[in-house]
């Protein structure tokens, strides 16, 4: 009979304990579908944010591009009159101030769109980029942020090419400007006005020479850009494919 009354309890302590642990196991199991679903919610509003950057980053690019295209297409018109040294021309745009005024300020612009990068970068200091299940998505990411913090050339060369084109043309705008006001109002030149604007800026060599190399630095510039927009398009399209 003792051994008996040894089976049973053995046969019940036995039971307790598969009991406890599947409860536990049960528990477990509960713990982790809530800590999944949590982090699915978590990572849905991440998705939502980077979402919400880069559909922003994407119209400053495009934006950016149609400004950098129009200095590339002024800037070729300018160098082009420039080599031809057309005497036809010069008289046009002599007559025409509005039109040279708008050639040396849009051709000696310069763009570079700023990417929205706030979620981005709270996802890396949080060290919650393993968030994101999409290994294409977070590589993509990186890339894109190394990508525009490498930088677009030497900003300091580029910069100061800058700024030695603005100073070369500050003396013919004010020039074309005044000009422009005394034409508007039929006020006559005065004599050390009289001369062809036109022809006296198109044979500057010194600021064509810096023109054209604006003009090469502007074209990788605009390249680097169309390389960014591409890779916010595949963001892009990765996140929609992960919210959906």
Do not use: C
Request: overall charge neutral.
């Amino acid at each position: 009979m003792a051994k008996n009354k040894t089976g049973k309890y053995f046969k019940y302590a036995i039971g307790e304990i598969v009991l406890v642990v599947i409860g536990i196991l049960f528990a477990l199991q509960i713990n982790t579908w809530n800590e999944n679903r949590k982090a699915t919610n978590e990572e849905v509003k991440i998705l939502y944010a980077l979402q919400a950057d880069f559909k922003i980053t994407k119209e400053r690019i495009q934006k950016t591009m149609v400004e950098q295209s129009r200095v590339l297409r002024y800037s070729e018109i300018l160098i082009n009159i420039h080599e031809r040294q057309n005497r036809t021309e010069y008289e046009f745009f002599n007559t025409h101030l509005d039109s040279l005024d708008n050639l040396i300020n849009y051709g000696s612009a310069w763009y570079r769109a700023e990417p929205v990068t706030g979620a981005y970068k709270s996802l890396i200091s949080a060290g919650k980029i393993d968030l994101i299940q999409n290994e294409s998505l977070r590589h993509l990411l990186a890339q894109f942020i190394a990508d525009f913090e490498s930088g677009f050339e030497d900003q300091e060369s580029s910069m100061h090419l800058l700024n030695t084109i603005n100073q070369e043309i500050s003396g013919f705008t004010l020039k074309i400007g005044s000009n422009k006001f005394r034409k508007r109002f039929n006020i006559t030149p005065r004599k050390k006005d009289s001369y062809d604007i036109a022809e006296t800026f198109f044979t500057n060599d010194s600021f064509f020479g810096n023109l054209y190399t604006k003009l090469f630095i502007e074209s990788n510039r605009l390249k680097r850009q169309e390389l960014m927009l591409t890779h916010t398009n595949s963001i892009l399209e990765l996140i929609n494919d992960e919210i959906k």
